[in-house]
């Protein structure tokens, strides 16, 4: 995709309220945005990489490994969530894999390159970490209320399917 394309992409994402068009347009600079083809392994659990992946198009299933070759999806991101924080922010590995539903669009950043703008632009650097913690924050909730909900539905059926 052209920079205008990544421009347009991230724009409309969580990760870029209250930036400026300026440092939106500093962020697609260093951001490579591709559509996955279905099925498509974003990453692995069990993997470390540095990468911020913005969901700006389609979904994503968070699975995890469950033994026996089987996996089980925990949940499902949307448009305008964020994939890798943890691994981004402190290196740590990915604790599920994330798989492609459809064809969704990704804008993908390194840690080394978004560093790099400290120097030159601290506010912008600040305001990205805010949002990730903001959509980070958003996630969790969803799935706290997703466990919340089967929970409440296995207790009222006393443990039947």
Sequence with gaps: MADSENFSDLRSSRLTEGLSDEQVDRLSGISHCRRLRDNEQLFQEGETS??????????????????????????????????????FVGGRPHSASLRAIGEPT?????????????????????????????????????MNAQFVEMSNYISHQHGRY
């Design 106 to 142: 990704v804008c993908t950043f390194n840690r080394h390159d978004f560093e790099a703008l400290i120097d030159s632009d601290p506010w912008l650097v600040y305001r990205v970490m805010q949002n990730i913690v903001k959509v980070g924050h958003s996630i969790l909730n969803r």
């Design 50 to 87: 540095d990468a911020l992946c913005v969901i700006t198009s389609g979904r994503l299933a968070v699975t995890r490994n469950v033994g026996g070759g089987e996996e089980v999806t925990l949940h499902v991101l949307q448009a305008g969530d964020l994939a890798g924080e943890m691994g």
